[in-house]
């Protein structure tokens, strides 16, 4: 029932195009595949979180829970999509410099990473051959473009990739939960591969099969980006806890009122917060007492979540999930706990409530507001 993010260290695009070129402050990330030319062009991109950061998470917060780790970006435009495209994610083998370059530098910036060399124009040629154990390349005119694992001492697939179609989801949004558990065990000298980050290209075929009526461009917004949308690796763990009181009755009916208990309004980014559920039937049952019916509190089913929407925008910051948005429940209330810090500051967030219960599903969403300030 935790969620938790982090964002970028660095991030840049490379280009087959233009083999020296680094892009590591555009606020686009792309991968694209250009037959314009008789010779195909691609661009392929790279990106990093900090492996401290990654550490305290697996330490402090996962512990011995189930746990599953995603890395997010975010699109910011697509265009000639095949009738499946499929984009790959790798763990990058060696390390690379992100640079301060611009696409449209004139003259091009040659400080950071780029096609060729992974620092800067001269300085460590990325590997074409003689690969270390587990690490891969692939490149086509203009020898370079990055290297990667497709296999590591710990025996997990590392490999990943995501197809997109004309009516899918077209944010990037992939499992990467083994290549953090070996840059985890490395971090620890238990095996595994270091933390470079990531390599996010198109697939062989959709790279270097030069046909001119399928030419994709996918971009991404990056860490520099000045929209809410930079890329994130979203850590998800179970750490739910259902105590219940026996006092406490939980709701049979589908006619439901529910409150948040203790919701002051305003959270600063690096707050947590646990949010406590009211809730009882709307239509109560009439018996004979001396307090009031509504003010007898339930229990929500076990079969209850909760998800997070940007007010501005409606979209789900955090989505609806079976296992890792469940409530929990103590001795008085129904809750869960939220890390502001994934969420961008000087925003308003709205939350909402999903229970399953005798065959329906029922949403509720009755305005509860929240924001998240600087400080």
């Not at 550490?55 to 917060?61: A, G, L, R």
């Not at 640079?99 to 400080?111: I, S």
């Not at 179609?165 to 000298?189: E, H, P």
């Not at 709205?350 to 507001?369: A, F, P, S």
């Amino acid at each position: 029932m935790a969620v938790y993010k982090i964002f970028p260290t660095k991030d840049s695009t490379i280009y087959s195009r233009y083999p020296k070129r680094n892009t590591g402050l555009d606020s686009i990330l792309e991968v694209s595949a250009d037959y314009a030319t008789s010779t195909p062009q691609v661009s392929r991109y790279l990106i990093q979180f900090d492996q401290t950061s990654i550490n305290s998470i697996f330490n402090d917060k996962i512990s011995d829970n189930a746990y599953q780790i995603n890395l997010k970006n975010y699109i910011c435009n697509i265009n000639n999509l095949n009738l499946d495209t499929t984009l790959e994610v790798y763990a990058t083998s060696g390390s690379w410099g992100m640079g301060t370059g611009h696409f449209n530098d004139t003259p091009e910036t040659q400080n950071g990473c780029n096609w060729k060399y992974k620092n800067y124009e001269g300085e460590g040629e990325w590997t074409t051959s003689n690969f270390s154990t587990y690490v891969t390349a692939s490149y086509g005119q203009e020898t370079g473009g990055g290297t990667w694992y497709t296999g590591s001492s710990l025996e997990l697939n590392v490999t990943q990739s995501q197809v997109y179609s004309y009516n899918s989801n077209k944010d990037l949004n992939v499992n990467v939960t083994n290549i953090l558990r070996n840059w985890y065990s490395a971090s620890n000298s238990l095996g595994g591969f270091s933390n470079d980050g990531f390599m996010v290209k198109l697939s062989k075929n959709d790279e270097f099969i030069a046909n001119r009526n399928e030419q994709p461009n996918i971009k991404f917004y990056s860490v520099d980006t000045n929209t809410i949308y930079p890329p994130e690796l979203q850590f998800q763990w179970d750490d739910r806890i259902y105590a219940t009181s026996s006092a406490i009755p939980t709701i049979t009916t589908t006619d439901i009122v529910a409150t948040l208990d203790n919701n002051p309004g305003t959270f600063k980014r690096d707050s947590i917060h646990k949010f406590k559920i009211n809730c009882r039937p709307q239509f109560p049952t009439r018996v004979y007492q001396t307090s009031s019916l509504y003010t007898q509190k339930n229990y929500l089913p076990t079969s209850s979540y909760y998800a997070i929407k940007d007010l501005d925008t409606n979209e789900f910051v955090i989505n609806f999930d079976n296992i890792y948005t469940k409530l929990s429940a103590d001795n008085s209330n129904n809750y869960f706990t939220l890390y502001m810090n994934g969420l961008e500051p000087e925003r308003y967030y709205k939350i909402l409530l999903k229970i399953v219960l005798e065959g329906e599903t029922i949403i509720l969403d009755d305005n509860y507001y929240f924001k998240i300030i600087n400080g």
